[in-house]
């Protein structure tokens, strides 16, 4: 899918957590001010900042950010978990459909700008290895993820994309969305995980160091899970550069 870029504005950059964000704004070479990551692709301004975990804080820190900036374009990027095998840890998916535990409606994402679909128009065939699943609550094990991959159709999950890209429409703001796989549909994901970063997308250090010095046998799964992230960022990271080299090559 090509997006050609609005000329006018920075190119926005945004993830739900600094896990997520912070080395990919590394990799583009951005120097942080403040809250934000700040620098040029090829002479084109770029801002990247954390949105925040779940869809209000995400939803109100975008706000904000397309209140102050007006940016030609808001790069999504983020980890994503899997629902159809077929998308094995580490791949990128560059959805065309987003879906919704909570709305009966599918956004259309085959343009600039998001499109928000009625009911009617959702029931045209979508390809559910393209459709990325926002859901309300987190989709933590194979069970679970096999039941939201047939009742949804989608190819993986987070907690964000969907309304972020809603507000986009609003706003007739253009957007491109781009997640990493960080498990697997065949991955259970424990709940703990769940504790280590905060509402705004911070991680919590103290609470990982205290959860291994109660519950020493979590370490394997935190290295993995470690492994997983910088496999996902790595990938990310080649993702970003190469559509940003696409806008501006254009």
Known sequence: MRTPMPLAGPILLCAAMDAELVPVARSLELSQTGDR????FRDTPVIA???GVGAEHATQRLTALLDDLSPRVVVLIGFAGGLDPFWQAGYS???HWLAS???RDIIALDAAVPARLSPDES??????????LTSSVPVLTVEDKA???VDYGAAAVDMESYHLAALAAERDQPMCIIRAISDAAGDNLPVWTMKL???A???RVGAAIAGLLIHPWRLGEMLRLRRAAEACTQSLAVCVEGKLSEWVDE
């Open 123 to 132: 029931s045209a065939p979508v390809d559910p290895r393209r459709t990325l």
């Open 201 to 203: 997308g911070r991680s």
């Open 49 to 51: 900042s954390t949105l």
């Open 101 to 103: 535990t909570t709305h």
């Open 197 to 199: 970063v905060d509402p």
């Open 93 to 95: 998916l560059f959805p």
């Open 147 to 149: 039941k939201a991959a």
């Open 37 to 40: 990551y700040e620098g040029q």
